[in-house]
């Protein structure tokens, strides 16, 4: 037997489907673990013993009751972790490298 914090997973589960339809933000770990912090911090936990019959049927209970805050949370700690990411910058470098190819081999000396 183990705790578990229901509205972890909620959060979890609803972020994938938000960026898997919206591709303005970044879903690497970093990005997406600071999201799910953020938004966690904003709604109440739903600690309970998981019991693997009642699982579902209690994540399901608390899916309906807090989904809207969970979606308006996650939202807002989208928007803040695209204004300040934390990642380390690898989504720009693959655009620089194209133009490393254009640098034209002209001689300066004969
Ligand atoms: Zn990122």
Same mark, same amino acid.
Request: proline share 4%.
């Given at each position: 037997?183990?705790?578990?914090?229901?509205? #972890?997973?909620?959060?979890? #589960?609803?972020?994938?489907?938000? =960026?898997?339809?919206? @591709?303005?933000?970044?879903?690497? #770990?970093?990005?997406?673990?600071?999201?799910?912090?953020?938004?966690?911090?904003? =709604? %109440?936990?739903?600690?309970?013993?998981?019991?693997?019959?009642?699982?579902? @049927? *209690?994540?399901?209970?608390?899916?309906?009751?807090?989904?809207?805050?969970?979606?308006?949370?996650?939202?807002?700690?989208? *928007?803040?972790?695209? @204004?300040?990411?934390?990642?380390?910058?690898?989504?720009?470098?693959? @655009?620089?490298?194209?133009?490393?190819?254009?640098?034209? %081999?002209?001689?300066? *000396?004969?």
């Amino acid at each position: 037997m183990e705790y578990r914090n229901y509205m #972890e997973e909620l959060v979890m #589960e609803t972020l994938d489907q938000i =960026l898997a339809y919206s @591709k303005k933000y970044c879903n690497c #770990e970093r990005c997406r673990l600071d999201t799910i912090s953020l938004a966690l911090n904003n =709604l %109440p936990p739903m600690y309970c013993v998981s019991d693997v019959g009642r699982a579902y @049927k *209690k994540l399901k209970a608390v899916e309906i009751q807090f989904k809207t805050d969970i979606v308006s949370e996650i939202a807002k700690a989208l *928007k803040i972790v695209k @204004k300040y990411p934390r990642h380390k910058k690898k989504t720009q470098t693959l @655009k620089a490298t194209r133009q490393h190819h254009t640098s034209s %081999p002209k001689r300066k *000396k004969n």
